[in-house]
């Protein structure tokens, strides 16, 4: 396992340097944060991107760890919980940049939905942008992580170690190669129920016993499309679904927008799936910007990024109840 530090500590002019020691504690509770953030993905509970920053959804998913674990839930990594969460795998793993990592194709991710409806397929605009959602993760950390590096075939770099042993690059469809580029084991506990929480920007999967397996941050209803709360179900999941643009059922809409048909893909309006709800036109679905989930509104429907969507899709089935909950 490489022990290379988290972040590499730069001066911008007109800021005040810090002492080595305070250099050094930084470095520290990054790479402390993003070891605690891969144990936590790993088990099931996501902070959204791991990026080795104690924000809000890495707390969120301590708590959730905790009641899961039926330890004191407080949101801190206290001894107990990081004694649950172990430490076998160490936060980051190095592994070698493939020929199909590095060989695409990559495209350019056109702003409207009418130019997007062009393409063939909405895959990632780069290699750096690849390797950050197979490794959940954002292309600036992988940067950090590998200062120098251009991500070329055969290149060695460090990634958060959220890989399992069991994933190979060998698949058998394209919804395999989807899960095995998302680092997302195909084989998942089943989910007797899901609560998506608006409150607190959450979606959480129970099994039969009503045991929480897993739960994932989530962007969550709007203002123009708020969250339809009540008792839904899935009818269904789409994996690498189209997307179906009508601009009547949004609200931002240029007047001059058509209904298009806009083509799958990790860089489509909706992901890599589509997890329908029971109440028309509402789903859980992935999203392009892995980084702003949590942060920003849907228009009513819920986002998660690519891989909690592509893993939740996995452990759902049809007719599985949904809970939709202020």
Excluded at 83 to 98: H, I, N, P, S
Excluded at 116 to 135: I, N, P
Excluded at 145 to 171: D, H, K, Q
Aim: charged residues 20%; hydrophobic residues 40%.
């Amino acid at each position: 396992m490489s022990k290379r530090p988290f972040v590499h500590m730069t001066l911008a002019a007109g800021l005040v340097a810090l002492p080595l020691c305070a250099h050094a504690a930084a470095r520290n509770n990054n790479t402390d944060t993003l070891a605690l953030q891969v144990a936590l993905d790993r088990a099931g509970f996501s902070p959204g991107v791991i990026d080795g920053t104690m924000g809000g959804k890495t707390r969120q998913a301590i708590r959730g760890f905790q009641e899961a674990n039926t330890l004191e839930v407080t949101g801190n990594p206290d001894a107990q919980t990081l004694g649950a969460l172990g430490d076998e795998t160490g936060a980051t793993a190095t592994v070698m940049v493939t020929e199909t990592d590095a060989a695409g194709p990559f495209v350019r991710i056109p702003e409207s939905m009418t130019e997007k409806a062009r393409l063939d397929w909405l895959g990632y605009a780069s290699v750096e942008e690849a390797l950050a959602e197979k490794y959940h993760t954002t292309p600036r950390t992988l940067r950090s992580l590998n200062p120098g590096t251009n991500f070329s075939a055969g290149s060695e770099i460090t990634v958060p170690a959220v890989r399992s042993p069991g994933l190979t690059s060998v698949s058998a469809d394209k919804w395999d190669a989807t899960l095995d580029q998302l680092s997302v084991a195909k084989a998942q506990p089943v989910a007797a129920k899901i609560v998506v929480d608006k409150s607190d920007r959450a979606v959480r999967a129970y099994d039969a016993s009503g045991k929480l397996i897993a739960q994932f941050p989530a962007s969550i209803g709007s203002e123009h499309d708020p969250l339809p709360i009540g008792e839904w179900k899935i009818n269904g999941v789409g994996r690498l679904p189209p997307f179906h643009y009508n601009p009547k059922l949004f609200w931002d809409a240029e007047a001059t927008d058509m209904k298009a048909t806009v083509p799958p893909g990790p860089n489509g309006p909706v992901g890599v799936t589509w997890i329908d709800l029971s109440k028309d036109h509402y789903g859980i679905h992935g999203t392009p910007e892995p980084e702003m989930i949590g942060r920003t509104q849907s228009h009513g429907c819920i986002r998660l990024t690519n891989w909690d969507a592509a893993k939740l899709a996995q452990m759902v089935r049809s007719g599985t109840p949904a809970i939709l909950e202020d």
